[in-house]
């Protein structure tokens, strides 16, 4: 009998360790950086996303993303096609960037924090990315907003028309699994 009063005690505490399922439903991934003295601003489409996340159990969340780098936009095709290259992003060897968190503490109220290991042209740097998530009738909503040294990366080199820190803002939607 104590073993299956055991048995139902761990099925019990297996299922209570996984964070809720969120399905995404659309994303957005912008960047801005500093451009001879000017903001040039581009997106990148087609986020992925895997996310398993609950406020009141942040250690058992995950979030899982991705993004394609051949889906650059910064208005400028030329610029996009250069980007593309070896010397920045290297989309032929390294056609995605990724986002895994590795940790989620809370802020306060709808504020978080999160911890990601950023993986960009083969290299990868943990970040700190702040970040509001809001649930309203089984929709969720995340957005964060961080910075990176695009040379922590190897994408391009030092310039001084170039800025070094690159501003990345992600919304992603989702709705919560069954």
């Known amino acids: 009998m104590k073993k ?25 991934v912008k960047f801005y950086i500093k451009n001879t003295g000017v903001t040039v601003d581009g997106t ?7 996310v398993s996340f609950d406020p009141n159990d942040l250690a058992n969340s995950k979030i899982y993303a991705s993004v394609n780098v051949n889906t650059i936009k910064t208005g400028i095709q030329k610029r996009d096609n ?23 503490s809370s802020k306060g109220g709808n504020n978080y924090n999160g911890t990601f290991n950023v993986s960009i042209k083969g290299k990868t ?29 190897g994408v391009g080199e030092s310039s001084w028309m170039l800025g070094d820190d690159v ?7 989702s709705t919560k699994k069954d």
């Open 82 to 104: 250069h980007l593309l290259q070896p010397e920045y992003f290297n989309a032929a060897k390294h056609p995605k960037i990724v986002m895994t968190s590795t940790a989620f």
């Open 167 to 173: 501003t990345v803002k992600i919304s992603l939607t």
């Open 4 to 28: 299956i009063h055991l048995i139902f005690a761990l099925l019990f505490t297996a299922s209570a360790a996984i964070a809720i399922s969120w399905t995404p439903n659309s994303a957005s």
């Open 125 to 153: 740097k943990s970040v700190k990315v702040p970040f509001t998530f809001t649930e309203t009738n089984g929709k969720g909503k995340f957005a964060g907003s961080f910075k990176v040294d695009r040379l922590d990366y």
């Open 44 to 50: 990148l489409s087609g986020l992925k996303a895997t």
